[in-house]
């Protein structure tokens, strides 16, 4: 069981905070944050909060692209079977088939907007291929840097043409309840100390989680707020045992996680142990082509196989000023460490990319928390099932931001003006301010959870790896800690205990859950979700 998670992190009280009245709030500027926006009524009253610059999000970093029917020989069916079979028997067909249909229009939407997608000689698009995906589907920017390119032209619209409010640099400590709804959020930075932020409509696109992980492709900000103030907040979190590991991650000492992109392996690049040899057509027809999970669990596998800490992508064999100009990024990067990505093998390994598990939302966006709205990684739509298929994350972003922001601005239109602050307070009882060393915490509870609730999972080391942050929680959850740094800690605390619940209590391997100890996919008991409720006993929903 879940210790108790306290309700709000620190105390306050009203009549000495300043507060803030706006009609809609959107939480979070990437992707999904910026094209909710986008559906807001000019006549309301809009604010973004960003934790830190605009335009530092998982959004900003995605390399490969947004997958979307476009080519004349593919069809929107097949798009749905491939988004369906990467997700394990866990999706909702019904999202699938939704999302899917819209993908087209949103990427005519997003060049309308001034995005420069990469285009072939005569001017159409370039698509590419990546695992999982039956046909070439997959549009980008710059070669791997698609999610720059789009963030920066949806950051332009949304200040330049919209002229939101933005309040940067801003830290989101929990969200505001009053008799069982969303009332807006108390937020933190360093000009204003706390402020109540009070709104109509909320809209949470907080991003992702990878950073509860050792090792990662997310970039510092990506710490699982969101979720764990949704959790405290009472709202419904769906499937958090799926936290998907993206299979190639730059593996150096010194160097930061980065991403090498599916697409290299989609144009061909081949994966080899230190042995040299090309192993995944040992583990799937679909070889380098394969869904993440089957690629990342057959990496795993080779390296413990070979006793040796990666595995390589090779691109030897491929026209080398091809490679270089298809992946600029990539092979800056690389070329950082002396490696030529056209030549010379880069030495790779999985590591923790996106949260496939969060706050449940309906088709619109609805959470269960009346007020509150979310879209984006924050969020368990359905759409991926137990295993997201590559490039569907920035289009699930569009497709659900557009949603909530629309379904948030006809109810905030619908709502007379009545701006009040409400009298909320919270006079908690702390286990003191004595000093913690938050960086230790921290990286023990990232290496715990990279190695217990990893790639693969067990039942014993779960449980043992669920008391360590039992106790951890006991003594650090309920002190009151001064800024962004220990807030960050304690949501990481609340989230991983999350994850490691839910990992628990399924008994079965499926997509991105995999336990050593129930290796088999068991349909006739766990073809269902699991909800998790603050201060509730866990429940299932059959899909």
């Known amino acids: 069981m879940i210790p108790p998670i306290p309700r709000y992190l620190v105390p306050f009280q009203p009549k000495r905070i300043p507060h803030h009245f706006v009609d809609v709030m959107i939480l979070g500027g990437g992707i999904a944050g910026l094209r909710a926006a986008m559906e807001i ?9 960003t934790k830190d610059r605009m335009r530092e999000s998982n959004s900003r970093y995605a390399q490969g692209g947004i997958a979307g029917v476009l080519a004349p020989d593919d069809r929107l069916d097949n798009h749905v079977a491939d988004t369906l079979a990467a997700g394990a028997n866990l999706g909702d067909r019904s999202v699938v088939e939704q999302v899917i249909h819209e993908a087209p229009d949103h990427i005519r939407q997003l060049i309308a907007w001034g995005t420069r997608f990469d285009e072939e000689e005569g001017g159409d698009l370039m698509l590419g291929r990546e695992g999982g995906h039956s046909h070439h589907r997959v549009v980008h920017a710059m070669g791997d840097a698609t999610g720059k390119e789009i963030i920066r032209a949806m950051i332009h619209r949304v200040r330049e043409e919209l002229q939101a409010q933005i309040w940067p640099n801003t830290f989101v400590i929990d969200l505001l309840t009053h008799e069982g709804e969303c009332r807006g959020a108390l937020v933190w930075n360093a000009k204003h100390g706390k402020t109540f932020v009070w709104a109509k409509q909320t809209i949470l696109c907080t991003g992702g989680a990878g950073q509860v992980y050792r090792e990662t492709t997310n970039p510092a900000v990506a710490t ?12 419904v979190l769906a499937d958090m045992e799926f936290m998907q590991f993206h299979p190639t991650v730059l593996y150096i000492a010194g160097s930061s996680r980065s991403l090498i992109t599916e697409a290299m392996r989609g144009e061909g690049s081949q994966l080899v142990d230190s042995t040299g ?6 583990y799937d ?11 990342s669990r057959s990496i795993v596998e080779q390296m413990a196989k070979t006793n040796h800490p990666c595995v390589y992508l090779r691109s030897g064999h491929l026209d080398a000023d091809w490679v270089r100009q298809r992946f600029p990024g990539i092979a800056r990067t690389c070329q950082e460490f002396g490696i030529d990505i056209a030549t010379d093998p880069i030495p790779v390994r999985p590591g923790a990319h996106y949260m496939i598990g969060g706050v449940r939302v309906d088709p619109e966006g609805r959470t269960s928390l009346p007020r509150l709205w979310a879209a984006g990684e924050a969020t368990a739509s ?7 298929l590559a490039s569907n994350s920035l289009l699930e972003g569009l497709v659900y931001g557009a949603r909530a922001g629309a379904a948030s601005s006809r109810a905030a239109m619908e709502e007379p003006d009545h701006f009040r602050a409400i009298p909320l307070e919270n006079s908690m009882e702390t286990g003191g301010h004595e000093n913690l060393d938050l960086a230790d915490i921290r990286n023990s509870l990232k290496s715990l959870m990279w190695r217990d609730a990893g790639v693969w999972r067990e039942g014993e080391t779960l449980a043992a790896a669920g008391q360590t942050i039992d106790g951890w929680i006991r003594y650090a959850l309920g002190r009151q800690l001064s800024g962004p740094s220990g807030w960050e800690l304690q949501n990481m605390l609340a989230l991983s205990r999350l994850i490691i619940e839910a990992a628990t209590l399924r008994t079965e391997s499926r997509g991105v859950h995999l336990r050593t100890d129930f290796p088999e996919t068991d349909d006739d008991h766990w073809r269902r979700h699991i909800l998790l409720v603050r201060g509730k006993k866990p429940t299932f929903v059959e899909v």
């Open 277 to 282: 040899h090309r192993f995944m057509p040992d």
């Open 382 to 388: 359905g759409l991926h099932g137990a295993n997201r």
């Open 224 to 235: 699982g707020d969101g979720h764990a103030v949704c959790y405290r907040a009472g709202a």
């Open 41 to 49: 009524d000019p006549r309301l009253e809009l604010l973004m909060v």
């Open 285 to 295: 027809d679909r070889a380098e082509l394969a869904p993440r999970d089957i690629v």
